[in-house]
Every structure is written in C-alpha cells, then in structure tokens.
C-alpha cells in the first residue's frame, strides 16, 4: 500500500507514473540502480536488504537510503556501498534499540514524520546525484522540533 500511495502521489504532483509491484521481496538483487531507497518496518528486514547488497558485486559504489520512522520521529541513514567507512557505520545502525522497533511503522505513523522524512529523502537524493557534501545520519524528533543533523563525512 505504501508503494501505490507513493506511485499515486508522485502521479498527481508530476505527471509520472512509477511501476511498482505490490509482493514481497524474494531476496533477488536482479536490478542495478545507482542509489537503493528502503522504507522497510524492521531491522530484519533491513538486514536482509544489507546482505544482498553486499553480496552483489554490483553494487560496489552504489548509494542505499535507509529511512525510518516512528511515530513522531525519523531516521535516515546514508551508506556508500564499497567504502569501508560507510559501511561500517551503517552495520551499527542494524540493531534493534527497543521494543518499539518491532512494532509496524505504519501502526504508529504520524503524518508530519512522513512528510519531514519524504522530504530528506528527496534531498539526499539530489545531493548524490549532483556530487554535493552529504551528511550519513539524520535523525528529527517533530513535535520536540529537533534536529540532529550528523557532520558531513567522506565516503
């Protein structure tokens, strides 16, 4: 569902229809994007993604996305596959914290997360693609009206 409401939006905004299968994912890396967006519910399933990345040598240099919520905060995490840097700090982030990780995102969903969360996705994208500075870590509490904004690092 998050999938078609994405495709339906991007629809509406632009013009553009994005192709999307509604199923889950088999654990096949058939594909070779040069940046991979995941807005999965779990650390699992995070995982899962991780080792396929790194298990495909095509991905060596490609950019993965992380973007997490939780009710009214977000998290993104940035990793340059290849760069033993990135990778290692990515790898702390696969660990579940609390006992509010395993709960759904979408059962505690608020909309201005989304909203705030969409948004720095959209900007970290631009910036990689346009080779500008980007910062590995993003993390917004909404309703504390805080942000934590990692340091630019190379990757």
């Not at 013009?15 to 299968?21: H, K």
């Not at 909309?111 to 948004?119: D, K, L, M, T």
Request: glycine letters at 6%.
């Amino acid at each position: 569902l998050k999938v078609e409401a994405m495709a339906r939006n991007t629809y509406d905004f632009t013009g553009t229809m994005i192709d999307f299968e509604n199923a889950l994912w088999d654990g096949n890396l058939d594909f070779n994007p040069d940046v991979i967006i995941t807005g999965v519910d779990s650390i699992p399933a995070r995982a899962k993604i991780w080792e396929a990345l790194k298990a495909n040598p095509k991905s060596k240099g490609k950019w993965l996305i992380d973007s997490r919520m939780a009710s009214d905060a977000f998290s993104m995490y940035l990793c340059k596959i290849g760069s033993k840097k990135s990778e290692e700090h990515y790898v702390t982030s696969l660990v579940e914290t609390s006992e509010g990780e395993n709960e759904p995102c979408t059962a505690r969903a608020i909309i201005q997360s989304s909203a705030v969360n969409a948004g720095f996705v959209v900007t970290a994208l631009y910036n990689i693609v346009m080779g500008k500075e980007i910062c590995r870590d993003y993390h917004c509490a909404i309703l504390d009206f805080y942000l934590s904004k990692g340091k630019p690092v190379v990757l």
